[in-house]
C-alpha cells in the first residue's frame, strides 16, 4: 500500500466483552482446576468437549475465548476466534494477557486449597499461552503445552511466571500435519535455548487434541 504523510495510525484502549465456558462445578470438592486456551478459527465450547469423560464434580475447566472473531466461512455460518495476528502483536499480546489474567484470578481465587492448577494450550492456544506466562505472573501447578509452537522472539527465562518451576509437558500426534521434521527440530532447539524443562510425550495422532491422550495426562501425570 502506497504510503501518505497525511494519514497516520493510533491506537486507543477500550473494555471489551469476552465469552467464556465452564465444565463441572467449582466447590470445595473440587481437586483440578483447568485452564484451557482453544486454537485458531475454534469456539471456546469446543474445548470442553474434551472433558466429557471427567468427573464434573472434581473437575472444574474454564474455557476462556479470544477476543478476535469472524466467520469461518465468508460473510454468514459459524463464528469463530482467534488469538492474534501479525498487526498490532504487541498490543493484542497485552490486552488478551490482562484478560486471561483477570478470567484465571476469579477463579483461582476460590479454589480449595488442595486443588491443583492446570493451564492447557492448544495449537495457537499454546503459543497465546507461553505468551501470557512470559507476560504476566501467575501461579499453577501445571502447563501442558498441545500440538503448539512455542514463540522464539522472546526470552522465556525472563518470563514473568517462572515455567521452570512448574511441572511441564509437550504433546502432539505422530501425524500432526504441522509439524514436519524440520519443525519438531526448531521446537526442540528453541526449548533447549529457553532453558525449558518439558517432558515431551509423542503419540498416535493428528492435529486434534485427543481424548485418549488427555486422560493418559491426567492419569499418569496430573492425579
Known sequence: MKENPN????SFTTPKTARYSTFGQLNEKT????????????????????????????HFVVAPEALSRFYLKGFGGDVVAAWMTKRDR???????????SGLYNTFSG???????KIVLGFSQGGTTMFRWLHHTKEVLDHLVAYSCWIPEDINLKEAATNLREIHSLYTIGNQD?????????????????NGLKIEMLEY????????????????????
Not at 494519514?7 to 493510533?10: A, S
Not at 476460590?110 to 491443583?116: E, F, G, I, S
Open 7 to 10: 494519514i497516520k495510525t493510533h
Open 31 to 58: 481437586k483440578y482446576f483447568w485452564f484451557v486456551l482453544h486454537g485458531s478459527k475454534m469456539q471456546c465450547e469446543q474445548m470442553l468437549y474434551k472433558f466429557e469423560n471427567f468427573n464434573p464434580q472434581e
Open 90 to 100: 504487541l498490543h493484542e499480546i497485552e490486552d488478551f494477557s490482562v484478560y486471561l
Open 110 to 116: 476460590q479454589l480449595p486449597n488442595h486443588c491443583k
Open 177 to 193: 500435519e504441522y509439524f514436519n521434521p524440520q519443525n519438531r527440530q526448531g521446537l526442540n532447539s528453541v526449548i533447549s535455548s
Open 204 to 223: 498416535e495422532g493428528d492435529h486434534r487434541i485427543d481424548k485418549n491422550q488427555l486422560n493418559f495426562i491426567f492419569n499418569n501425570y496430573i492425579r
